[in-house]
């Protein structure tokens, strides 16, 4: 890729788009663009991290596993951000990343990252910004999961899907929700059935659509706002 070519630059991952020029032109050559299909796991707790990836398009997503293997969402990436956090901590992943719906990134190796990490600017900032978001977006998850009912949850999580994938219609199958709430497929189904009734989505044949925006945000628990205001206050 020649550096100097604007149409060279992917401008989907917000974190590089934030980038100056100068700073954008030094990791260039060592991104790679590489596409990953849904429930691909790239990383299991205790991994050491060899690459790191700026999400352009698709979700990755933070899971927590139980020993008897039930799994709990921890966070979401979408465009906003990437996986690689623990490379900057210079630690291991402390969860299961799991590329939740289909994705493309831009792939760069960890001693790269680093040392651009290390030469402090823009990168450095947004970077140490976007670890407070990830970190803040982990806490309000857990506090959703102790304190916020089932309804609540699956709310919050379409509006976070919408969001990264920027449309109101996504394939995504009750067992995927059940994946990443934790909770039994019947449960789900009974309180995806009263957000219908109520005009709030249309769902059917592994699709959803989101009919009615703002009321499944008014009905979706305070964390999705906190987050949500948390990442637009990086850029």
Do not use: W
């Not at 050491?48 to 966070?75: H, K, P, R, W």
């Not at 823009?122 to 982990?138: D, F, I, N, T, V």
């Not at 925006?213 to 964390?223: I, Q």
């Amino acid at each position: 890729m020649n550096p100097t070519d604007d149409s060279t630059i992917p401008l989907n991952n917000r974190l590089l788009a934030a980038l100056p020029r100068d700073e954008y032109e030094r990791l260039l050559p060592r991104l790679e663009l590489v596409r990953f299909p849904r429930n691909r796991v790239i990383y299991e707790a205790g991994d050491a991290m060899s690459y790191a990836y700026f999400v352009s398009s698709g979700i990755a997503s933070l899971l927590a596993i139980t020993e008897n293997g039930q799994t709990i969402d921890i966070s979401m990436i979408g465009n906003e951000g990437f996986v690689g956090i623990p490379i900057i901590l210079h630690s291991r992943t402390p969860c299961r990343i799991m590329i939740h719906m289909p994705c493309e990134a831009m792939r760069i190796e960890a001693k790269p990252l680093l040392l651009e990490f290390h030469r402090g600017g823009q990168m450095q900032k947004l970077r140490l910004r976007y670890a407070g978001a990830l970190y803040e977006q982990s806490v309000q998850s857990a506090v959703s999961h102790s304190l916020h009912s089932i309804k609540q949850r699956l709310c919050r999580y379409l509006m976070v899907v919408s969001d990264s994938l920027r449309s109101d219609s996504f394939e995504l199958t009750q067992e995927d929700i059940a994946l990443m709430l934790g909770h039994e497929r019947n449960r789900l189904t009974l309180n995806a059935g009263e957000l219908k009734s109520k005009g709030l989505i249309e769902y059917g044949r592994g699709r959803i659509r989101i009919i009615d925006r703002e009321g499944l945000e008014a009905a979706a628990c305070e964390c999705y706002r906190i987050v949500k205001d948390s990442i637009a206050g990086m850029f």
